[in-house]
C-alpha cells in the first residue's frame, strides 16, 4: 500500500498539468506558464472568447496652467503701474485744484481789505475823493482851446449867415444854418470830454500838450475803474451776510498766510 503512492502521485502528475508544475523544478515552471499563457492569448484571439479592448495610447497632455497664468500676472503687472499713475494723476489734480482755490479765496481777501482801507480813509476825511487842485486847473486849461472855439465856430456861423442873408441879399435854408451850429455845439461837448481825459492825473506830472497818451491812460483807468467798481459791489453783497468778526478775523487769516508765504520766500533767496 505504501508502495503504490508513489505511482499513483506520478500518474496523477502526468495526467495534470497543474500538478506536474507543482512538482516541477521552478525553471521548467516558468517556461510552462509562459506557453500556457500564449496560447491562452492565442485562443482568445481566434475562439470563442471576447477579445480584450486594446488600449489606445493616450495624448501627452499638455499643461496649459502656466501659459494661462503667465498673461495675467502680466496684466496684473501692467495694470499696478497704470492704477499708481491714475491715482498720482488725481492726487496732483486735487491739490491744484485747492491751491487754485486758496489763490482765488486769498485775492477775494485781498480786495475786501482794500475795500474796508478806502471805506476807512473816507470816512476819516470826506475830501480823499475830490479832485486835486492841480488836475483841476489843467483840466481847465485844456478847457480853452477844445471847448473855446467850438463854441467861437457857433457864434460866428450865425452871425455869417446873418451878414450874409441881410447885407450880400444871400437866402440859405434854415436846416443848413441848424447843422452848422448843431455841429459846432456838438464838437464843444466832445471837447470839454476831451479836456477832461487827456489832462494828467498825476499831482507831479503836467503831461503832453494834445494829451494824446494821457487820454489813453485815464480810458484805461475809467475801464478798471467801473470793472472795480462791479467787484466792490459783490464784496458788499457778500460783507452782508457775515459779521464784523468774522470779516476782520478772516483777513488776519490771510495776513498771516501772506506773512509766512514771504518768510519762507526770503529765506530761500538768502
Known sequence: MVAGRPLALAVAA?????????????????????????????????GFGEKPPTKQKSAPSIETSAPESAPVATQEQQQQPT???????????LRELRSREAERRDEELKKLRTLRETDASLREDAGA???PEKVAQRMGKRMIPFVGIPLFGTCASFIGFWYMAVYKDQEFQPALVATTSFV????????ITYSVLSASWDDDREGSGLGFDEFQTNVGNLKDGLARTKENAL???????????????????????????????DAWME
Open 14 to 46: 502526468a495526467s495534470s498539468p497543474l500538478l506536474a508544475c507543482a512538482f516541477a523544478p521552478p525553471s521548467q515552471y516558468v517556461k510552462k506558464s509562459q506557453s500556457q499563457q500564449s496560447w491562452v492569448t492565442l485562443s482568445a484571439g481566434k
Open 83 to 93: 492704477k499708481v499713475t491714475e491715482d498720482n494723476t488725481g492726487s496732483k489734480r
Open 129 to 131: 475823493a475830490a479832485i
Open 184 to 191: 459846432f455845439l456838438a464838437v464843444g461837448l466832445l471837447g
Open 235 to 265: 464784496l458788499r453783497e457778500k460783507m452782508a451776510g457775515l459779521s464784523e468778526d468774522e470779516i476782520q478775523r478772516a483777513i488776519d487769516d490771510q495776513e498771516r498766510r501772506e506773512a509766512k508765504k514771504n518768510n519762507k520766500k
